[in-house]
């Protein structure tokens, strides 16, 4: 199993929808995990951590269930602009291989 | 968030030469910068770990003669691809933490590599 696992996608919803991905870990002693974004080409930039306890940012809530080992990432009201690829990192340099998100009008 | 500096954005060179790839950290010191290569549609897998006055950790299954990495000062890491080849062309990405500022990564712009 990978340390770190995502459904690739692609996701393609209608602007306005509700999309949640899902990144699921195989090392029990992970302790920091983050969500970023990265568009085409481009470098990775930091979208959110993600706690126990949930992280809301504006359309976007991270959580962190430990006991089932994966993290989530909900995105409400989905925009175009939301397009693009979505990285999950267990804070050990792994990444997830991305889920990419196409949101359409 | 901290600053990351990666230069040239896109090198496109002959097979056979060798292509230098600068990272540097703007406002913040990096004992250790990190290199990854992206392939399209795939992840960033991690190629090696640069450190400050010592010799690079390479991952399982990257030469260490293929791509050298230098990493002189607290602000600055390169990579050199060396004779390069087809397959070598990638997206090249470094990345550093910020001490201050957590576990959080920062990556550079990329470098897109095409070897002809």
């Known amino acids: 199993r990978k340390e770190v696992e995502q459904d690739p996608g692609p996701f393609n919803v209608p602007e306005g929808a509700t999309v949640a991905f899902n990144c699921t870990y195989s090392?029990?002693?992970?302790?920091?995990f983050f969500w970023y974004r990265q568009d085409c080409r481009k470098e990775p930039k930091l979208l959110m951590s993600?706690?126990?306890s949930g992280n809301e940012d504006g359309r976007f809530t991270a959580q962190l269930n430990r006991a089932s080992q994966y993290i989530s990432l909900l995105i409400r009201d989905s925009k175009l602009s939301d397009s693009a690829t979505y990285l999950c990192?267990?804070?050990?340099?792994?990444f997830g291989q991305g889920t990419e998100l196409s949101v359409k009008p | 968030g901290a600053v990351v500096s990666q230069h040239p954005s896109w090198v496109i060179c002959k097979s056979g030469t060798s292509v230098k790839i600068e990272c540097r950290s703007l406002?913040?010191?990096?004992?250790?910068m990190f290199w990854y290569r992206q392939f399209p549609k795939q992840s960033l897998m991690l190629m090696a770990t640069?450190?400050?006055?010592?010799?690079?950790?390479?991952e399982q299954g990257v030469e260490k003669d293929k791509f050298l990495i230098n990493h002189a000062s607290l602000t600055l890491s390169t990579l050199t691809v060396t004779s390069a080849h087809p397959e070598d062309s990638s997206f090249y990405i470094c990345?550093?933490?910020?001490?201050?500022?957590?576990?959080?990564?920062?990556f550079g712009s990329g470098t897109q590599l095409s070897v002809l």
């Open positions: 990345s550093a933490r910020d001490p201050g500022l957590s576990e959080k990564l920062f």
């Open positions: 090392n029990s002693a992970s302790q920091s």
């Open positions: 993600v706690y126990s």
């Open positions: 990192w267990r804070g050990k340099l792994i």
């Open positions: 406002d913040f010191q990096a004992t250790t």
């Open positions: 640069s450190n400050e006055g010592s010799k690079a950790t390479y």
